[in-house]
Nanobody, 115 residues
Framework: QVQLEESGGSLVQPGGSLRLSCAAS????????MAWYRQAPGKQRELVAI???????RYSDSVKGRFTISRDNGKNTLYLQMNNLKPEDTAVYYC?????????WGQGTQVTVSS
């Protein structure tokens, strides 16, 4: 079993920055993929960014150039640096860890971008 706990969500003004963290604990193996998803009110959950165990990354077009995903394997922690935030980035952000084809989810952290 794996537990994920997100933190760092907040209210921020347009153009501002936030850094989300996701701490993983439990039965974590050597090779696993981690990702950030988000879900805005009335919309489906969407992939924001993903990072493989070797550090390969992929981003959705809507955040490319503004967000950076990274991981610290020694601390089993995932990060999402979000810059130049826009109102349309407002959503609950979820952390996901996938190993052995099974996906674990965190409870989510709220990010609100508003003036």
């Amino acid at each position: 079993q794996v537990q994920l706990e997100e933190s760092g969500g907040s209210l921020v003004q347009p153009g501002g920055s936030l850094r989300l963290s996701c701490a993983a604990s439990g039965s974590i193996f050597s090779f696993y993929t981690m990702a950030w998803y988000r879900q805005a009110p009335g919309k489906q959950r969407e992939l924001v960014a993903i990072i493989g165990s070797g550090g390969t990354t992929r981003y959705s077009d809507s955040v490319k150039g503004r967000f950076t995903i990274s991981r610290d394997n020694g601390k089993n922690t995932l990060y999402l640096q979000m810059n130049n935030l826009k109102p349309e980035d407002t959503a609950v952000y979820y952390c996901q860890l996938t190993q052995n084809a099974y996906a674990y989810w965190g409870q989510g952290t709220q990010v609100t971008v508003s003036s």
